[in-house]
């Protein structure tokens, strides 16, 4: 490093000493954009289930590919934490647990390392609502729960709510009509928790059941484009979902500060 080098390189630490209450703090700064530390946590579309292959094709995949795209310079590290069959309520089918607990163990260790993470992305509660016949009051306050935790523990969160299973439910089934309920209030709850938080971390909803993966409004054929057995995507759908995973990532949440 040359003298002029090191002069700018002093010069840079001293005005972000002056802004922060230490050296340590400003060295943080410097470095809070060389990494994306994200948790994913949800259940067999978390995990990237496609039952027609016996495989997962998470959309994790895509999210991390698509995001050192964005963030060239950038290191990408992503905890998936998808336990099929699993929710609020819905204990997994090949872990025996339910969602909170893994995600209050995965939230907590974080942060006890010293390293919480940037973003949590909360993807659940069609098990709740399809197979244990909840109410979508019931798995709002599981989804608040984690959400909290995650926040007060400096990460941002982006919630999902979940996606339509038209090779399970009809249109017009009351189970499909407590799933629009979910979604409106996770739009809610995103609301309340940025009014009562004025600044970051913050929480963000991406809605995609309500706009491309509105898989009610398609035809047969589009549909299996997207679908693999009516619930569980394809791996096209997965990757889809990836990519808009990451654009809302970069476009609606600011890295931890």
Avoid at 78 to 94: C, L, S, T
Avoid at 196 to 215: G, Y
Wanted: some cysteine; proline content about 4%.
């Amino acid at each position: 490093m040359t003298h002029k080098t090191a002069t700018a390189v002093h010069a840079v630490l001293l005005l972000l000493a002056v802004s922060c209450s230490s050296w340590a703090d400003a060295a943080r700064v410097l470095r809070q954009d060389d990494e994306i530390r994200i948790l994913a946590i949800g259940d067999s579309i978390t995990e990237g289930a496609v039952p027609s292959k016996s495989m997962n094709h998470p959309y994790t995949i895509q999210l991390e590919q698509y995001l050192r795209k964005l963030r060239p310079n950038t290191r990408v590290t992503i905890d998936n934490q998808g336990v099929g069959g699993a929710g609020i309520f819905a204990v997994g089918f090949h872990k025996h647990t339910t969602i909170p607990p893994v995600a209050q163990r995965a939230i907590e260790q974080a942060k006890v390392n010293g390293r919480p993470y940037n973003y949590v992305v909360v993807m659940l509660g069609i098990n709740d609502l399809l197979r244990m016949g909840k109410s979508a009051e019931d798995v709002k306050g599981g989804l608040q729960q984690i959400c909290g935790w995650a926040l007060d523990a400096g990460s941002n969160v982006l919630a999902i709510p979940p996606f339509g299973a038209p090779g399970f439910v009809s249109k017009d089934d009351y189970k499909e009509g407590e799933r629009h309920k979910l979604a409106a209030l996770v739009r809610g709850l995103a609301a309340g928790e940025n009014s009562r938080r004025a600044s970051r971390p913050r929480m963000a909803v991406l809605n995609l059941q309500a706009t491309i993966m509105d898989f009610y409004k398609m035809d047969d054929s589009e549909r299996s484009r997207w679908l693999d057995d009516g619930l569980h995507l394809t791996e096209f759908g997965y990757d889809v979902l990836g990519r808009a995973v990451a654009r809302a990532v970069e476009r609606n949440l600011a890295v931890r500060r």
